[in-house]
């Protein structure tokens, strides 16, 4: 006789690793669009025993912290080659950083776990391209200005009070953002945002005092070469309107370099450069169609000194 073991929703898993999941979707065909209240047809993991394996191979916490954005496209366990267990993965909101930690209280408890109480060493923060939260920052960069007659209004001014929070520049970096894609720029203002807010949340974080009990700031661990952190732009790239097999802008990771001010290809790329883990792009298995960007770093470079500010 198996044994099963209550999942996710209430669906029953065979402890067996290799038997399949025993889910399934109550709905006919014919059902309305109404959600049954229990979670059936979730898939729960197929491999528990295996899952709890792998889990207790690494006695030791992780060294590795991931602040990532909610969006559902981002997968940092796969995008880092991560096993399970091997870095703390924090979601939120664009993946930023607001300037006043102790403000978002769920937040900060997390880091204080992370970097505080379990002392990670490698601290990445990764934005990317086609997201909610720039894209709310750049439509709507002063608080009220979202339509009160704006279907989801609510929802809108909830985000934008939140990237307000991360950046006091975002009016001024919406306008330039706008001028530049107006101007013919291959990013839209909205990834500029993105990549943008990711240097605000970058200097953000170097400023909070989240190590040794919270007396030293991360800044100052990186300078006792106890933290690294990397600031890292995740572009998705974008299709062909003609042929969705290819692209008009490749996608890559890019990184920030903080003495230059500048992006690049992240060089990281299927290179373990720290403790087992590599970074993993699947940049080389989609094909670029004629003329697309293959590397969208120089765009990326905003020289605010070379730009005129009309009013
Ligand atoms: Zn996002």
């Known amino acids: 006789m198996e044994n099963y073991v209550a999942s996710a929703g209430g669906i029953m898993v065979p402890t067996d690793g290799n038997a399949k999941v025993q889910a399934h979707n109550s709905c006919s065909p014919d059902s309305d669009d109404s959600l049954s209240p229990r979670h059936t047809g979730i898939i729960a993991h197929a491999d528990l025993s295996g899952l709890m394996a792998k889990l207790a191979e690494n006695h030791t916490p992780p060294k590795i912290l991931v602040l990532t954005c909610t969006d559902y496209r981002i997968s940092a366990s796969d995008f880092f080659n991560l096993p399970p267990g091997k870095a703390f993965i924090q979601k939120q909101v664009g993946g930023f950083l607001t300037r006043n930690l102790s403000a978002a209280a769920a937040f900060h408890a997390s880091l204080a776990v992370a970097a505080g109480i379990k002392e990670v060493q490698d601290i990445f923060i990764m934005t990317h391209s086609d997201c909610a939260a720039a894209k709310i920052a750049v439509q709507f960069p002063k608080e009220g200005m979202v339509p009160q007659d704006m279907a989801k209004n ?14 006091d520049k975002i009016p001024w ?117 004629d003329g697309a960007i293959t590397d969208a770093s120089e765009h990326l470079q905003i020289k605010y000194s070379d730009i005129l500010l009309a009013p």
Request: proline content about 5%.
């Open 154 to 167: 609510a929802d809108i001014e909830t985000i934008q009070r939140y990237v307000l929070q991360v950046s």
């Open 173 to 289: 970096l919406s306008r330039i953002f706008y001028q530049m894609q107006n101007g013919g720029h291959p990013l839209p203002a909205e990834d500029l945002m993105a990549a943008h807010l990711g240097i605000e949340s970058y200097k953000n974080l170097m400023g909070i005092k989240l190590f040794h009990n919270q007396t030293r700031t991360t800044s100052e661990m990186v300078d006792m070469g106890q933290v690294r952190v990397s600031l890292l732009h995740l572009d998705l790239g974008k299709k062909s309107k003609t042929n969705p097999d290819l692209y008009e802008r490749m996608p890559a990771l890019y990184e920030y370099d903080p003495i230059t001010g500048q992006f690049f290809i992240s060089r990281r790329c299927n290179v373990s450069d720290f403790d087992g883990v590599g970074l993993n792009c699947g940049y080389h298995e989609i094909t670029p169609m």
